[in-house]
């Protein structure tokens, strides 16, 4: 199947909120499984705090493309 040269690339922006969440979660998880964290209190104030600055980012990140 013959590509189309004429078309230009069409460039997708990184949503950032979704991947550094995305992170997070994998993250958590295998923290969660290797029990590194135990403490459901601590695993709760690491998702709040990794949310915030995955928004933070994601606020930051929006800014700068305007």
């Not at 499984?33 to 928004?55: E, H, K, N, S």
Request: a positive charge; glycine letters at 8%; charged letters at 20%.
């Amino acid at each position: 199947m013959p590509r189309e040269i004429d078309r230009p690339r069409q460039f997708h922006r990184t949503d950032w909120m979704a991947l550094l969440s995305g992170v997070l979660f994998v993250v958590l998880g295998i923290l969660i499984v290797t029990r590194v964290i135990r403490d459901p209190l601590v695993l709760v104030g690491v998702m709040v705090l990794g949310l915030a600055f995955a928004g933070l980012v994601a606020i930051i990140a929006r800014a700068v493309r305007r």
